[in-house]
């Protein structure tokens, strides 16, 4: 992989925050070359949250693209609420997740078998959590199959004013969760900032009402 002397790395470092306070730290780099491509990514809290609370996922992904179409390969997840660790990988064929875990699954979550064609979580972030192209804004929408459950999210309503530039988007529950995490909600807006460059709309911040309040993710 990424034999090709047009492989590209990039790196991305957000601050994560919660009701305007800093709660931790998310990085991922995704290197990509013609054909193929490999991301990690590492969520972790810090400052005054680290010494309240444990939280950390740390994953990593392979896969093919053609394009901006991705296919995952494998997907490797290590998490740790606090309460729980849990380690969980999916291996795609022809575009079907396999799921290997050792958590039993929950009557309410889906059957990978039907989940063909949907995208890892690391990929989705990075499609999402991204600088984009002069003539692209706002067109991601993604399907993601975290393994249990269905998500999609979607962009749109590009707005410019001057260098300044938003995508509103949609953060959608569609199948896997159970009863109690649909009275939370199932569908949760939210918007991204970009500022315009000559090259680009680089990517600023994404802003959401989750659950716990207003959170967001600011790029450093």
Partial sequence: MFQSAQAETTRMH????ILGLKAGEL???????????AASGLLYPTGLAATMTTFL????ITGTHKGSQYFPSRYSEK?????????REIIYRSGVPNIRSAKLAKPHWLDPKTQKGTLDPMTAIFEILRDVE???????????????RRVRI???????????????GVYSREGGFSKNELKQGKTFPFTITYQKT???YYFQRFDVKSARGRAAFVRR
């Fill in 14 to 17: 957000f601050d994560v925050t």
């Fill in 27 to 37: 990085r991922y780099t995704l290197q990509k070359d013609d054909t193929s491509y």
């Fill in 57 to 60: 996922y740390d994953v990593t």
């Fill in 79 to 87: 998490s740790d609420t606090g309460k729980r660790k849990e380690e």
């Fill in 134 to 148: 002069h003539g692209k804004l706002c067109d991601q929408d993604v399907t993601l199959f975290d393994g249990a």
């Fill in 154 to 168: 979607a962009l749109s309503n590009p707005t410019e004013a001057g260098t300044r530039a938003t995508c509103d």
């Fill in 198 to 200: 000559d090259q680009n």
